[in-house]
């Protein structure tokens, strides 16, 4: 399997529906939200929503990548990176959020998603980079820790425990 993060265009709208439908079909939260905050069917609406640069509203600029299995032509996952953090990201959001698609998990996606990421994060001029998860989410967790992250901390945010990795980059 060999992946690369690519930007949503007309090439890969059917890739998108197939993901998507699949996610929604499982009733399961979409992760990262930047691929569900909108309706993907309005498909130019839903490209242009994927980038925030109005950072108005307490927003903060952030770029949207889909994860393709170039082998298979297919989208496995997706990740949102924001380009710094605001109070509310530095506590509970951080700068990566990612998500693999139901049927694709368990075959070291995230990890190597994560990867890619960070290397974009590195475009970017972002050097510490911080991940947070649910802590009854050990996958995630582990896709972290494989990509350098270290625990700072947990907190609990509406009742779930959250955990804080910072990777230096």
């Not at 060999?2 to 993901?19: A, G, I, P, R």
């Not at 299995?69 to 109070?87: K, M, P, Q, S």
């Not at 139901?102 to 970017?124: D, N, Q, V």
Request: charged letters at 25%.
């Amino acid at each position: 399997m060999t992946l690369k993060l690519v930007k949503l265009n007309e090439t890969y709208k059917s890739q998108l529906f197939d993901m998507l439908d699949e996610w929604h079909s499982t009733d399961e939260v979409i992760i990262p939200y930047a691929i569900r905050k909108t309706d993907y069917h309005n498909f130019e609406q839903y490209v242009t929503s994927l980038e925030v640069t109005d950072t108005s509203g307490g927003l903060v600029p952030d770029s949207t990548y889909f994860c393709l299995d170039t082998e298979r032509n297919r989208f496995v996952g997706a990740v949102n990176i924001r380009h710094y953090l605001n109070e509310p990201l530095l506590l509970n959001g951080g700068h990566i959020g990612d998500g693999v698609r139901p049927s694709e998990r368990r075959k070291g996606i995230a990890t190597e998603m994560i990867a890619l990421a960070l290397k974009e994060c590195r475009k970017l001029g972002i050097d510490r980079v911080l991940l947070v998860c649910n802590k009854d989410n050990i996958g995630s967790a582990k896709s972290i820790i494989r990509n350098g992250g270290v625990l700072e901390n947990e907190i609990n945010v509406n009742g779930k425990v959250q955990q804080r990795y910072w990777i230096q980059l």
